[in-house]
């Protein structure tokens, strides 16, 4: 599975931002997706996980209510819906995809290359 995060950009705050990422392989539909976050200087966090068959969603409590999590399973594409933005979530944002449902990890086992939001206030 190979993926491709795009869609980041420079937003003022209150903004809104769509990341998205797309997945190649047929095998998308039965992953786990996933949007992490690094920003400069600190540890990468986890932000919204969305399950294949479910579409059950979990979320970091800094991002609840304002940003959202889906997917496209013919489109093999997770979407992140970004609204509301605040100058912390300048980050690096990046997608991932594991088969299992490892909520509070990070092994997973593919990465997208990270697309950078930067949010001034």
């Known amino acids: 599975v190979q993926l491709q995060a795009s869609g980041g950009g420079l937003v003022q705050a209150g903004g809104s931002l769509r990341l998205s990422c797309v997945a190649s392989g047929r095998i998308f539909r039965t992953y786990v997706m996933a949007w992490f976050r690094q920003a400069p200087g600190k540890e990468r966090e986890f932000v919204a996980a969305i399950s294949w068959r479910t579409s059950f969603t979990a979320y970091a409590d800094s991002v609840k209510g304002r940003l959202t999590i889906s997917r496209d399973n013919y489109k093999n594409t997770v979407y992140l819906q970004m609204n509301s933005l605040k100058p912390e979530d300048t980050a690096v944002y990046y997608c991932?995809?594991?088969?299992?449902?490892?909520?509070?990890?990070?092994?997973?086992?593919?990465w997208g290359q990270g697309t950078l939001v930067t949010v001034s206030s």
């Open positions: 991932a995809a594991d088969p299992r449902w490892i909520l509070g990890r990070q092994d997973y086992d593919y």
